[in-house]
């Protein structure tokens, strides 16, 4: 689920006409007195960037002055929350709040049709407005090549509570929404809170947007961001950039595999075996033996004891995955016992290539899964 951070979120709605609190990106002390000179006062909000929820909670977002915002942002500044390094710091504008709404447009898998949900109870969960207050979601479905147009929001922005000026606020911010996630491929967009403001104004006080990564070429500017680069390993960005699916997880024999769907059948199998993966790889049905050597050369670089190349081939063939695996294994050096299970097109040359080069090579996946959790274990 590729989620942009914050700070990101808001300037996309920046951009669509969404309005939104005044920012900035935190990076030296003059970044804080030229925002004070923006806002016209010495009272911010400064926000830790997290790819993971719960920021409030863990102390990572408060309201400071200018003379506390340097101590407090390098306070933060390199603290883990969940895993992850706090990188960035977002300074904001203070809002005074009148109400708050829950609203978001989201991609419904099932229908494939958009999903608005909106509650007069925002600034909690929505799974906990859900839970209690089940009759205060509002709920509308839209097609996904639908214009979106103002009178179409107008119902639901009454039953919020807008009224004359806010309900055109309202139905404005609702149409761009739904246009910006019609034009940018966006799965999800947020907004809790959506706040009322004392002068009858609607800002959007945060922003949680969640994109497509299979439209990543599409959207290069939002495949650039850094928050794209931030929810991958070094090696996870790396394989990322080859046209490879790699999850990096701590087990210790490191898989290769070709399809999603054998991959998975792979992790589960060392584990019903008594061994752990290390990674989830696959470089997917036409796999070159380009794709074949980056692969091994990026298993190479972990903490791995043994190595099991699990492929069937229909588009690929078993010869050009077995020469893959030979030049990359001399290329990098690979000192792990390594195991390939090979079947499909040309599946007993790919074999014998392997077994003549002194691999260990089968055609059938439980007996080579078996044989590299042996060898992982320190076994003949």
Do not use: W
């Not at 447009?105 to 799974?127: F, H, P, Q, W």
């Not at 509570?161 to 761009?176: H, K, P, V």
């Amino acid at each position: 689920m590729p989620m942009l951070y914050e700070i990101e979120g808001k300037q996309l709605f920046k951009e669509n006409g969404i309005p939104v609190p005044k920012f900035r990106a935190y990076d030296s002390e003059e970044s804080i007195k030229t925002f004070v000179e923006e806002l016209g006062s010495d009272i911010m909000m400064a926000k830790a960037q997290s790819l993971s929820g719960g920021r409030g909670k863990a102390g990572l977002i408060k309201k400071v002055s200018a003379t506390e915002a340097e101590e407090y942002i390098q306070s933060i500044l390199g603290r883990d929350h969940r895993g992850k390094p706090v990188e960035i710091v977002m300074l904001e504008q203070p809002m005074e709040i009148a109400n708050e709404i829950y609203l978001s447009v989201m991609l419904d898998n099932t229908s494939g049709k958009y999903l608005v949900l909106a509650s007069s109870r925002g600034g909690v969960d929505i799974e906990e407005v859900a839970e209690k207050y089940p009759d205060e979601i509002y709920k509308e479905y839209y097609s996904a090549f639908t214009e979106p147009l103002p009178y179409m929001f107008m119902d639901m922005g009454k039953k919020l509570g807008f009224e004359a000026r806010t309900l055109t606020s309202f139905t404005f911010i609702m149409t761009n929404m739904f246009k910006m996630a019609q034009k940018r491929d966006l799965t999800l967009i947020e907004i809790n809170p959506l706040i009322l403001t004392p002068e009858k104004k609607i800002i959007a006080a945060d922003s949680k947007v969640v994109i497509d990564g299979n439209a990543d070429y599409r959207q290069p500017d939002i495949a650039a961001l850094k928050s794209q680069r931030d929810r991958h390993t070094d090696l996870e960005f790396e394989a990322d950039q080859a046209g490879i699916s790699y999850v990096q997880l701590d087990g210790e024999i490191g898989i290769i595999s070709g399809g999603a769907g054998l991959s998975m059948a792979t992790c589960d199998l060392l584990d019903f075996y008594g061994s752990s993966p290390a990674n989830f790889l696959d470089v997917g049905g036409g796999a070159d033996e380009a794709k074949i050597e980056k692969s091994l050369e990026i298993l190479s670089r972990q903490d791995i004891k043994g190595i099991f190349v699990n492929f069937f081939a229909g588009i690929t063939r078993c010869d050009d995955v077995a020469n893959g695996i030979i030049n990359a294994s001399k290329k990098f050096d690979v000192k792990v016992p390594m195991v390939i299970r090979l079947v499909g097109t040309n599946d007993d040359l790919g074999i014998q290539i392997l077994e003549d080069n002194g691999i260990n090579a089968y055609g059938k996946m439980e007996p080579a899964a078996k044989r590299i959790v042996e060898l992982a274990k320190g076994g003949n």
